[in-house]
């Protein structure tokens, strides 16, 4: 199967099934999402929506973050992976809003970018669920499904080719949604370890691409 057609077909199939489609951090503004973002790395939304609470109802925005000691932002965060490091980075993020951008969240890659704990999937992420930008954020999740559905090449190594590969192949409308199709996908069904062939519908175009995985055809 050509690679257009195999876009075709996948992407059909998630317009159907998931027409409406989000992440599942939760969050009450701009701020809160990007605090979820940064505290999600190498942790599960499940766990940081149990953290997030009683963080956002003491520092629900940028201004009230910024006056905290990192200290006092890591008892709210210490059961996330990386609490020290994370808890630094919430800190000096809000400080540096508060001083560089009157406490709001900025639309530009390179503003994103610049702030501490920062890094390009997180701004894409925030581009792309708070501003609606057609912005392909590369998380474990995506890249894996990506290459096992065979919508990349396998030079596609890297993340950041892993979301070129997909930005030229996807339609810009269905850019901000793909993401979480993708991502869901690998989390619930397309699973790293044990992945739930029997139960995916995508199961009959999947060449199973994935180096040293059983799967492999």
């Not at 990349?152 to 930005?167: C, D, F, G, I, S």
């Not at 062939?197 to 199961?203: I, P």
Request: charged share 25%.
């Amino acid at each position: 199967m050509k690679r257009e057609e195999r876009y075709k077909q996948v992407l059909e199939h998630f317009r159907q099934q998931m027409p409406e489609v989000n992440t599942e951090l939760q969050y009450g503004n701009v701020f809160q999402l990007l605090v979820a973002v940064i505290l999600s790395a190498q942790c599960t939304d499940k766990r940081i929506n149990q953290v997030t609470p009683e963080l956002f109802r003491r520092y629900p925005d940028a201004q009230s973050m910024a006056g905290a000691e990192e200290f006092e932002v890591l008892e709210y965060v210490k059961s996330v992976s990386y609490p020290n490091a994370k808890a630094h980075h919430l800190v000096q993020m809000a400080r540096t809003l508060v001083e560089h951008h009157g406490g709001e969240v900025p639309q530009d890659m390179n503003q994103l970018l610049d702030l501490p704990g920062v890094g390009r999937k997180t701004a894409n992420v925030i581009q792309a669920v708070a501003f609606g930008q057609a912005t392909m954020a590369v998380d474990t999740h995506v890249y894996r499904v990506s290459h096992r559905l065979g919508l990349v090449p396998k030079t596609a190594n890297t993340p950041l080719k892993v979301e070129r590969a997909l930005m030229k192949n996807i339609p810009e409308a269905d850019i901000p949604k793909a993401h979480h199709w993708l991502l869901l996908h690998g989390r619930y069904v397309c699973t790293s370890q044990r992945p739930h062939c029997d139960k995916c519908e995508l199961e009959h175009l999947c060449p199973k691409l994935i180096e040293g995985s059983k799967l492999q055809k």
